[in-house]
Every structure is written in structure tokens, then in C-alpha cells.
């Protein structure tokens, strides 16, 4: 993952403005829940008199808990849609991550390229065979619709349609359908034909990540723009409430 002087730049930000709250209540994309959640220990640390609770619901949920009033720092690991942005929001980027396309450890692929992705989300492509692996049917795994990592996945690979002047969903319906990056894992893990997408940030060696367009998903990839399936972490919250606290 590429963070731009994270901790630094959170800390002169917003985070000392609510220094004198009893509680903030952080919710929404469970990739960018794992970076807060080490920020929120250290702040509450040393600022014993405040607590920050951070709570991973999908950055969809975060959004809307924050429009209601029911939190008061949102995160997302996707841009806003028209729909969300509001002129009182504060939208701030606090890193860059990238979406790993993730397989069992024993495929053969090492490079998948983006029209071989979008066919098998689309259903297109359905045997290993017909990118050079063995002929074995692919189970193809993708997040649930509230989750931030898919709506980048599917909006960086075309993957949506207009519907009632709505952009949607347009992978096919078989797709499994799970609701976390840890769940992704888990599956590609323990099925040889699964493929999945999950944060470069979680990758680890339970799985392996392909190479995408002939890059490798790196955190200098990433901050070079070599790697193109990446999408922005932001914490999103109301300017006047976070200052008043």
C-alpha cells in the first residue's frame, strides 16, 4: 500500500479537533479499517481522556451512518458518487492502495490481463484452460454490493451499467459473494480453481497475487501509476461537526 506520510498527515489534520470529545465514532470501508484501527490505538494512547472507536461496515454503510448523524468520520476506499458528495463534507485522501487479483497458491498463472478479468466477472471465461491453466472450471469470488473494494474492482474494469440513471452491478449473478478481504482469502486459500480481489494491504502468503497488465501490485507500482487497478483510502466527515468537538 502506498501511504502518503499517513500517521504525519492525519495528526495535523483532523484529529486534533476532536481531541476534547468523550468518543468518535469512526465507521465504513473495512480496507481502510485496518490502517485507523492502528491510528485510533495510538491516539487513544496518549490522549486518554478521548476514545476513538473505529467499526469496519463496508464504506457504502459508513457513508450512510455518517449522512444520518450516527458517526462522525466516515471511511471509504472509493470515490463519492454524485448521489454521496455533498458541499458540506471534507473529503480527505489519506492513501493510495491497490486492488490485488488473488488465486491459489498451486495456479499455474503468474499475469492475468484486464480483458481475461472482465470476462471472468462477466461469466464469459469460465475454465482456467482458456487463459493457459489447467482445465478446471474457475470459481470466481467478489464482495459484497456495499463494499468499497468492489465498487472500485468493477468501476476500473468497466464492469457496471446505467440502470434507472443509476450506475450498477453488471458481473454475472454467480459470482460468490462474500464480505470481507479476509473471507476472499480464506476461499482462494482453500480452493485450487477460486480467484479473487482483495487490498494489496492484505495480501499475505495465504494466497497469490497476480500480476495485473504484466505489473506486479507494489506499493512502488502503485505510487508510479504502473499499477492501474488502484483506488484512493478517504475518511470523509462534516467539517463543523468534527471542529465544534
Known amino acids: 500500500m502506498f501511504r502518503i506520510a499517513l500517521a504525519a498527515l492525519l495528526s495535523i489534520t483532523f484529529l486534533p ?22 491510528l485510533a490505538e495510538e491516539f487513544n494512547r496518549t490522549n486518554p481522556d478521548s476514545f476513538i472507536a473505529v467499526q469496519g461496515v463496508g464504506s457504502t454503510a459508513g457513508l450512510t451512518l455518517l ?15 454524485e448521489g454521496e458528495q455533498n458541499e458540506d463534507l471534507t473529503v480527505l485522501p489519506i492513501a493510495f492502495d491497490g486492488l ?16 481475461q478479468l472482465y470476462d471472468i466477472y462477466k461469466g464469459n471465461v469460465t475454465n482456467w484452460k482458456s487463459l493457459g491453466g489447467t482445465d ?27 440502470v434507472n440513471k443509476r450506475l450498477v452491478s453488471d458481473i454475472s449473478s454467480s459470482n460468490l459473494v462474500v464480505n470481507s478481504n479476509s473471507m476472499v482469502k480464506t476461499i482462494v ?3 485450487k480453481q477460486a480467484i479473487g480481489f482483495i487490498s494489496v494491504g492484505s495480501v499475505d502468503k495465504s494466497v497469490k497475487a497476480l500480476q495485473f497488465e504484466g505489473s506486479r ?7 508510479l501509476g504502473k499499477y492501474a487497478l488502484s483506488r484512493p483510502f478517504l475518511v470523509v466527515y462534516h467539517q463543523e461537526t468534527v471542529s465544534d468537538q
Open 100 to 115: 490485488a487479483v488473488v488465486v491459489n497458491n498451486a495456479n499455474s498463472i503468474e499475469n492475468i490481463t484486464r480483458e
Open 189 to 191: 486459500n482453500h480452493n
Open 17 to 38: 479537533n476532536i481531541t476534547h470529545a468523550n468518543e468518535v465514532n469512526i465507521s465504513g470501508s473495512t480496507s481502510v479499517a485496518r490502517i485507523m484501527d492502528v
Open 67 to 81: 449522512d444520518k448523524g450516527a458517526i462522525e468520520i466516515g471511511m471509504s476506499s472509493r470515490y463519492l458518487t
Open 217 to 223: 501490485p507494489t506499493s512502488n507500482n502503485i505510487a
Open 136 to 162: 478446471q472450471e474457475i470459481a470466481v469470488v467478489t464482495r459484497e454490493a456495499s463494499s468499497g473494494t468492489r465498487y472500485s474492482f468493477e468501476s476500473l474494469l468497466g464492469l457496471t451499467k446505467i
